[in-house]
């Protein structure tokens, strides 16, 4: 995430529409997903979550804190109870004022006090939104949500197919400027998400800024259930040989539909696959571990590290390493746990990347359960890709840079990283070593690519005796 984050905009402006008020946006951004965008609902873009354990609720008892470093003492707990007697006294719609509502105010103040965009604590209601959503089950109207990096504004980060969000006409990196009339500066992604989620057959209304457009869009949308499916694939119209694989998120269910998708692609008689992770906002680690034992030699996936800089290493065994030529596709909006994937891809030399720099969220979130049913997500360590790269507001950059062409792609379909991506493997098929194409059509010296695939055969052979014991540690 750059500087700009949700916790900063109590000073920013509007997002602009060209004609329309407010500081408009420094760069234009462009829709980027393929045309199988599939997945679910409104995904939050908070990555590779790793669920805590329980523990015991906050509940005014100040039990989080057992050092004389405490924020919850007696003088804060006393300046609180002054400023909650002069709301009660002085506040000129005193009808509006929950007691629940102003508790909840003060545990997410607290975390919101740390700067960390990724760090929240949920009400018991959020929390069952956010199970839902992991799971893949929950409703809404079929759109990821992210914060654009230039505005600090929500931003739809992607779009799945056949759903209200794509019959209603939301594109990939509309701006939010509005939720039913809320101005959404200052809020959360999580806060946004919990706004446009909501009652089957209910409406919410959107007030859009996209590139391109004269004014400010309003949007109504009828919120439906959303399908849990998070995989797509076909064999491509281009060439029978070639496997299209779209991957939405990195939910509970995603690991079996792709493992069943890939099956039935290599029941086909594919021999090379691109797999798009566009759009992709991330999701949880041991997922994202599972589907790169099904890609990469065997080796780490990636591995985290705590602030007492103890690691964890989320390794492939390398029994079901992928033997048939690889694209990859990634976007700004390729985040988390799509950039692990990718990474591994990359490091291992098992595919070429192809599209544009992916989001750069290099952190890690453990969500602990409080006994009163509310929880506390807390960024709990960084991660690493297989050869060690911190790509935390950097992101994964392409071997083959290729910028989305939005206007073909609205125009009449023409998925210009996706043509790229059939060409790339074609040149293989007939005969090219991925070395050469990534020579002929790359983002940076070449030398960059041998370099990390001599670390990553290295590291394959020093770690192989401690990754059974790595393994069992994660079975535990």
């Known amino acids: 995430m750059e500087s700009t984050t949700p916790q900063e905009t109590n000073t920013q402006n509007a997002p602009a529409a060209p004609g329309g008020a407010g500081q408009a946006p420094k760069k234009e951004k462009k829709p980027g997903r393929g045309r199988f965008a599939l997945g679910l609902l409104v995904g939050v873009l908070c ?101 654009d990096k230039t505005t600090g504004y929500p931003k739809i980060a992607g779009v799945i197919d056949d759903t209200p969000a794509q019959k209603a006409g939301l594109r990939e990196d509309d701006i939010i400027y509005k939720v039913d009339g809320e101005d959404c500066a200052g809020m959360s ?77 290599y029941d086909q008689g594919i021999q090379a696959l691109i797999l798009d992770l566009r759009g992709n906002p991330g999701g949880e680690v041991d997922v994202v571990t599972s589907i790169a034992n099904e890609i990469i030699p065997k080796g780490l996936v990636f591995y985290m590290e705590a602030r007492d800089g103890d690691k964890t290493e989320y390794t492939a065994d390398g029994k079901d390493e992928m033997q048939i030529p690889l694209v990859v596709l990634v976007n700004g909006n390729s985040a988390s746990a799509s950039e692990i994937l990718s990474g591994a891809i990359q ?25 009163d049913g509310s929880a506390v997500k807390l960024t709990v360590a960084h991660y690493f890709t297989r050869n060690g790269n911190d790509i935390n507001k950097v992101g994964i950059t392409p071997d083959v840079k290729v910028d989305f062409d939005s206007s073909a792609y609205y125009q009449d379909g023409t998925d210009n990283q996706y043509q790229k991506a059939v060409e790339l493997l074609q040149e293989e098929l007939d005969g090219a070593s991925m070395d050469e194409v990534i020579r002929e059509n790359s983002s940076f010296d070449d030398t960059d690519r041998t370099e990390a695939s001599t670390e990553s055969s290295t590291e394959d052979a020093t770690e192989s005796a401690t990754e059974e014991t790595t393994a069992s540690q994660e079975e535990n």
């Open 47 to 147: 990555g590779a979550l790793v669920f805590g354990a329980l523990v015991p609720a906050l509940l005014g008892t100040g039990v989080f804190f057992s050092s004389g470093d405490s924020a919850v003492n007696s003088a804060s707990v006393t300046k609180l109870k002054q400023l909650e007697s002069l709301i009660q006294k002085y506040y000129y719609e005193p009808d509006t004022v929950e007691v629940s509502t102003e508790e909840d105010g003060l545990y997410k103040g607290l975390l919101e006090s740390l700067g960390d965009p990724y760090s929240e604590y949920y009400t018991a209601d959020e929390m069952q939104q956010l199970s839902s959503s992991l799971q893949g089950v929950f409703g809404g109207i079929g759109a990821w949500i992210s914060t």
């Open 189 to 265: 992604t999580d806060e946004v998400v919990s706004k446009v989620r909501g009652e089957v057959g209910t409406d919410v209304t959107l007030t859009i800024a996209r590139s391109g457009e004269p004014d400010y869009l309003e949007i109504t949308i009828t919120r439906d259930t959303i399908s849990e499916q998070m995989v797509s694939s076909k064999v491509t119209d281009e060439d029978s040989r070639i496997g299209y694989l779209a991957l939405a998120e990195f939910t509970e269910v995603a690991t079996d539909q792709f493992k069943d998708a890939l099956s039935d692609l």
């Open 347 to 371: 490091d291992s030399g098992k595919g070429i990347i192809l599209g544009e720099q992916t989001y750069g969220k290099g952190v890690v979130q453990t969500v602990y359960n409080l006994t």
